[in-house]
């Protein structure tokens, strides 16, 4: 059983940034699909950055240019950089990871862009 764990989130104001991190319980950001998703009450959770084993990474449009994903395997360990944040994205922000043909996702943390 794989555990991920999301810190970094809070209140942040208009324009500002913050890094979100995603801690793995065991070795697997090295083979594994690593995501991050966003969910508002009453939407759907969508994805918002993924990073692949070979590095391959995608962003979702609202999204590119602002945030950036990155992993650190010694430290099992995958962050979200965002910046520029606006208040459309105020959400719960979720780690997730395909991993042997399993998905696992962390707890989630809040992200809240507000004056």
């Known amino acids: 059983q794989v555990q991920l764990v999301e810190s970094g989130g809070g209140l942040v104001q208009p324009g500002g940034s913050l890094r979100l991190s995603c801690a793995a319980s065991q070795s697997i950001s090295s083979s594994a699909v690593m995501s991050w998703y966003r969910q508002v009450p009453g939407n759907q959770r969508e994805s918002v950055a993924r990073i692949s084993s070979g590095g391959i990474i995608n962003y979702a449009d609202s999204v590119k240019g602002r945030f950036t994903i990155s992993a650190d395997n010694a430290k099992n360990t995958v962050y979200l950089q965002m910046n520029s944040l606006t208040p459309e994205d105020t959400a719960v922000y979720y780690c997730?990871?395909?991993?042997?043909?399993?998905?696992?996702w962390g707890q989630g943390t809040q992200v809240t862009v507000s004056s």
């Open positions: 997730r990871a395909l991993w042997q043909f399993r998905i696992y």
